[in-house]
Structure formats: structure tokens, C-alpha cells
């Protein structure tokens, strides 16, 4: 294989150059962290579940007139993307109580939001990705005013989309996570959904047993994690039902296959 040039690495991905100008390869590691990176490890198998749960909803976002960065999926860890200008804000999306929420508001977790809330961070991790408003963002100019408007709209349809859907598996979504990116086309700048969606950035519940499917297991050492992310990919019909071989099994095989 001819090696690639390296762009970027972070927590749980690695972006290389793509195979054309304005494309990327986004590879999903297995490497987790919480707490702003003082928790570290590492959950065998997670990159290819994230990668093949989160071409499944970039792609249905697709379907349904979401503009995002995914173009295709490569293999088991990779995928091709469109290369963007990254906007510095995380989006988080709640529908219930949950996380930093909960601690910040002295609310239950497990609350049912009356309404849906938006909340933008700040995306710079040597300052903890601190929570902004609206204000700050235009004040600093991290996003233009029609940036914000398109990136609030995409966050609700987002969400909409995805509580359906998850809703129809059994499960309840009670928060996630956005990014967006811009591309230029001439003088004007599109925005468009990028990142990744995946029980990395998302809290998934059970309907039923309320258990939670998602990082938190890593966060809270609950042990379970890669069996829980496999169980979304299990329900969301990507892995082959009642097969008994894991994610691992499985990438192992397609290696030796193909060396
Ligand atoms: N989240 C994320 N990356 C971050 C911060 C949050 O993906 O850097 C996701 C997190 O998984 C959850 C949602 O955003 O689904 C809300 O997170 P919260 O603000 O409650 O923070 P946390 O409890 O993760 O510190």
C-alpha cells in the first residue's frame, strides 16, 4: 500500500489526504477517551462499528436532503469524505437530561425535556471545550449569522431524523453531538454536516430497560462497550442477524483474506 500523507489525528480518528483534490480519508481508530482526554482507553472493535453505523446515518441524512461530508465507504475503518473548513463549535443537541446537564443545572438525569435544546461549545480542548452562546460566536466571528441559522436547522432535522429512527429500534436518544464544516464554491460558503454520528457522541437508551448503549459505559466503567455499540449496529440491521462472530472475527478474517 502506498502511504499516505497524514492531515490530522485526534481522539478516535485520523484524517488523510484523499485521492483527490478536495477529498479526505477519515480512519476511525479504536482509542476512547472521556473527561476531556484525562480517561483513556481502548474498545476493540469500535472504529469499524462507529465507521459502518455512522456511513448509515450520513447516508440516510443524505437521502433525506442533509448536506454532509460523506462521499462513500472504503473499508472496514475507512471512509472517503469531502474535505471542509471545520466550524470551531460542537453542537449538542438534548432531548433528555443527561451529562453535563445534569450536573450543571442540579436536574434528574432521565428528565424528559420539555422542549429540545440546542447548546454550542467552543471546540478547543486545552480550554475544555467551554460552552458559548450565540453571542460569542458572532462576536468572534467562529460562524456567520446564516451559518448558524443553517447549522440550527440542520441540528433540528438531524434530531428529528434520529429519534424516529432510533425510536423504531427500541432505543431513545437522549442527546448527541454535531460538527459541521464549510466548502467554498467561489465566494460562497455552503455549510455541511461533517464529523461522525456514532454511540461515541451519542447517549442511547433502551425503551425498555433504560440501559445505555453508548460511550457511557466507557465513561462510567460499566463495562460492556464495544457489545453495546454492536447491539446498535445489530438493530440498525447492519450486522447479520444471529451471527455469532464479532466485529473483531470479522476484520480479522477480511485481513487474512485479503494479504
Ligand atoms: N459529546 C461529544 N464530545 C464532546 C462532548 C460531548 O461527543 O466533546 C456528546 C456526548 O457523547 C453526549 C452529548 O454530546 O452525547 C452531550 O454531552 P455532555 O455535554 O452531557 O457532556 P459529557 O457528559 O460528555 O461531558
Known sequence: ???RRQIYEGKAKILYEGPEPGTLIQYFKDDATAFNA?????????????NRISEHIFTM???I??????????NMREQLIRQVEIIP?????RNVAAGS??????IEEGLQLPRTIIEYYYKDDALGDPMIADEHIACFGWASQEEMHDIADMAIRVNDFLCGLFAGIGIRLVDFKLEFGRIWDNDFARVLLADEISPDGCRLWDIATGEKLDKDRFRQNLGGEVEA???IARRLGLLPEGADTTVLDMEQHRKKRDK
Open 38 to 50: 484525562q480517561k483513556k482507553g481502548t474498545i476493540s472493535g469500535k472504529g469499524v462499528l462507529n
Open 229 to 231: 455499540y454492536q447491539e
Open 61 to 63: 441524512l443524505g437521502n
Open 89 to 93: 463549535i460542537e453542537v449538542v443537541v
Open 65 to 74: 436532503g442533509v448536506p454532509t461530508h460523506f462521499i462513500r465507504r472504503l
Open 1 to 3: 500500500m502506498t502511504r
Open 101 to 106: 446537564i445534569v450536573k450543571r443545572l442540579g
